[in-house]
């Protein structure tokens, strides 16, 4: 257990709703808006935080249990993240499989949740939101083991901010390819554009928001707070697998990392700018795509 | 050059998965022009020294022929067909993407063991010819359109390319003179072909060639 963690956590957990901040702001230029203001996340969190909750008649205690427990589970994978240069503030042999697991987990206390209120819109959105990550999931792991192996280690300390020039000579092609199956995996686990999109509320396309239209007031707000951190827990893997390592001078590392997130939070609002939105029956093509990928970067680095 | 030569390679690669991918033929006349492109820079990145007149005819004559006019050409069979997308392949599309990764593991496998007269520019060269030309065969067997299988011929053909600018560079002028003719035939008597089957059959469909019974 590491105490340096502790400060890059608590940045984290200022700066992730700005993310998606910038994320919406690169959408409304885009589309010639000037758009909501680069705080607004922060004060959708105090709006719903200030109200009170409507809990259905048929809900039992996994309902209001879920949003706590999903938003604890991305703190937890927040914890094994070791971001900017800082160690995590946990870290073992092996923490990228619980890395994987703690995400699982909170996208499976979403799901119950959605199926506890018995309203036969949110089941279908479960079952959508369940058949898609089945396949994102693995996805993510062979990623992850791409990375590990190029590596040489097992623990996230080891792969994330360890990546060197030389490493980029050595095996450039196989970053690329994980780089590009990982991004892939991001939006769709964050229910971004070419897979899922956060702004419709139409009820034949819509996975994610269809899953939460029955929380209310705090509950909400833990839920949206969730997602924000996912959205930035992702973000960071996938910057700290592609950025150089340490420089040794802390401020330099901080401002890179920043950089790094800055400029995925722009890619991200570019894409969801320039792609339509995928038919459902060809969201497991474009999945199995980014397997394809990361398939491919692991028989590169084991040959 | 080095780095530059490895991006360009996974650019051929992801191309090659997204033509596996696609059903709208106009996208995938625009994703083999794409690697047309690509295989010119590719010729000029893998070259070894200065740059001189012979291998600049090669990457031009690559990026004319297999980046604008084999497209452009194309183009106009498709709109005279006037269809949109292959319809039912034999191979679906995820199953398609699959042996894409499956070739390309293949090719892997088969590189290291190929014995060469050299050592190519980089190790990725051959991997990616082979996966190239692989892509093109899927293309050939398992799709019914004649467009998508003339497409499937320039496919392989772009891999007989990169092979014959990475690792034959000394004959690679010579077969890829020959090959190049080849498929100016093969797509020229792909359009003449086209253009009769939809005109017999209002589709270009090639399973109704096996239908002439009578």
Redesign the interface.
């Known amino acids: 257990m590491s105490v340096w963690g502790f400060p890059t956590l608590a940045g984290s957990l200022v700066l992730a709703p700005l993310f998606l901040g910038i994320v919406n702001r690169t959408k409304a230029a885009f589309g010639g808006r000037s758009g909501q203001p680069l705080l607004q996340v922060y004060f959708d969190l105090a709006k719903l935080i200030r109200k009170g909750a409507v809990y259905s008649r048929t809900s039992t205690w996994v309902f209001s249990a879920a949003p706590a427990a999903s938003l604890a589970a991305a703190l937890s994978a927040l914890l094994l993240l070791p971001l900017a240069g800082f160690p995590a503030v946990l870290s073992f042999p092996g923490d990228l499989l619980l890395f994987t697991f703690v995400l699982a987990t909170s996208r499976f206390l979403t799901i119950v949740a959605a199926l506890d209120v018995g309203s036969s819109l949110e089941g279908m959105g479960a079952s959508r939101e369940a058949a898609f990550s089945a396949l994102a999931e693995p996805v993510l792991l062979l990623g992850l083991a791409v990375a590990a192996r190029e590596a040489g280690r097992d623990s996230l300390a080891g792969i994330i901010g360890n990546v060197t020039a030389a490493d ?2 050595r095996a ?2 196989a970053f ?2 994980v780089a ?1 199956s990982l991004f892939a995996i991001l939006l769709a686990e964050n229910a971004r554009i070419p897979v899922d999109d956060p702004n419709t509320h139409l009820e034949l396309t819509m996975i994610h928001e269809v899953m939460i239209l029955d929380h209310s007031g705090p509950d909400l707000a833990l839920l949206l707070c969730g997602s924000v951190l996912k959205l930035w827990v992702m973000a960071a893997l996938l910057a700290g697998l592609l950025l150089p390592g340490r420089t040794g001078f802390p401020v330099l590392d901080g401002l890179m990392f920043l950089a790094g997130m800055f400029a995925l939070a722009v890619a991200i609002g570019i894409v969801e700018s320039t792609i339509a939105r995928l038919r459902l029956d060809r969201v ?2 474009f999945l ?2 980014a397997g ?1 990928f990361a ?2 970067a692991l ?2 680095i084991m ?1 | 050059m080095r780095v530059l030569l490895d991006t360009l390679m996974v650019l051929l690669v992801f191309t090659n998965l997204r033509l596996l991918g696609l059903s709208r033929l106009s996208a995938s006349i625009r994703t083999v022009a794409a690697q047309g492109v690509l295989l010119g820079l590719i010729a000029l990145a893998a070259h070894v020294g200065p740059w001189n007149a012979r291998i600049l005819l090669i990457a031009a004559a690559g990026i004319g022929i297999k980046g604008v006019a084999f497209p452009l050409l194309l183009r106009r069979g498709l709109r005279a067909a006037r269809i949109r997308r292959e319809a039912e392949p034999f191979v679906g599309y995820i199953p398609s993407v699959l042996a894409g990764v499956a070739a390309f593991v293949l090719s892997l496998g088969i590189a290291a063991r190929l014995p060469l007269p050299g050592t190519p520019v980089s190790d990725l060269i051959v991997p990616t010819a082979l996966t190239t030309m692989l892509v093109g065969l899927l293309l050939i067997v398992s799709r019914k359109k004649a467009l998508s299988q003339a497409l499937g011929y320039l496919v392989f053909e772009n891999g007989i390319y990169v092979f014959g600018v990475g690792v034959a560079y000394e004959a690679s002028a010579l077969v890829e003179m020959g090959v190049l003719l080849d498929v100016f035939v093969g797509v020229f008597v792909m359009g003449i072909i086209m253009f009769h089957i939809s005109r017999e059959f209002d589709s270009i469909d090639t399973t109704h060639l096996a239908t002439l019974k009578e």
């Open positions: 980029w000579q450039g092609p690329v390819l590009a497991p093509q199995v795509g394809a398939v491919m028989a590169l040959r």
